[in-house]
């Protein structure tokens, strides 16, 4: 229905050492700023950061994010699935996707956790992508006035507002 171009788009996979490190915050801003070449996904994490109750937000990103379940050998597994997407100017949306799982347990801010090599089952995950919106397509197909006719009623509860909620302006 929207009318976007994934102008760019870039996927890694890898394993880690069973002695590295992986930090989630790290590697998405690390990704997001090799292939789209902004920070403001480190801005947006600034934005959760200065929210009135950071420990409330991330409790509830996790709540969505993460799904414990059992591995082949019997033992707990935490998968982490993480998308994020940014609107900037243009309109343009950058967005990154992240997977992992982990023997570890999974802390509130899990986005900043250190997890061990050692713990993470199979390959960790990051997508990157650029769309843009294809201006002529969108105001041809009226896609403005069906959307507004349809979020009269609707509220999206996994859409969390930094910009307008905590005053926190993505430049």
Not at 127 to 150: C, T
Request: glycine fraction near 6%.
């Amino acid at each position: 229905m929207m009318k976007w171009n994934r102008q760019v788009f870039r996927g890694y996979d890898f394993e880690p050492d069973k002695d590295e490190v992986v930090v989630l915050n790290d590697l998405v801003q690390k990704k997001i700023f090799e292939v789209l070449g902004t920070n403001q996904f480190e801005q947006m994490m600034g934005c959760v950061e200065q929210s009135p109750d950071p420990q409330v937000t991330w409790a509830v990103i996790k709540e969505h994010a993460v799904a414990i379940g059992q591995s082949e050998n019997a033992s707990e597994v935490s998968s982490i699935v993480l998308q994020v997407r940014l609107l900037g100017e243009g309109p343009i949306i950058y967005s990154a996707v992240v997977c992992i799982n982990t023997s570890e347990k999974v802390e509130v801010d899990f986005f900043n956790q250190r997890f061990l090599g050692c713990h993470v089952v199979g390959k960790v995950t990051v997508d990157v992508a650029r769309h843009v919106l294809d201006k002529a397509g969108y105001e041809r197909s009226g896609i403005r006035e069906k959307v507004l006719g349809q979020l009269l009623d609707t509220k999206d509860t996994l859409v969390l507002d930094l910009s307008s909620k905590y005053t926190c302006l993505l430049e």
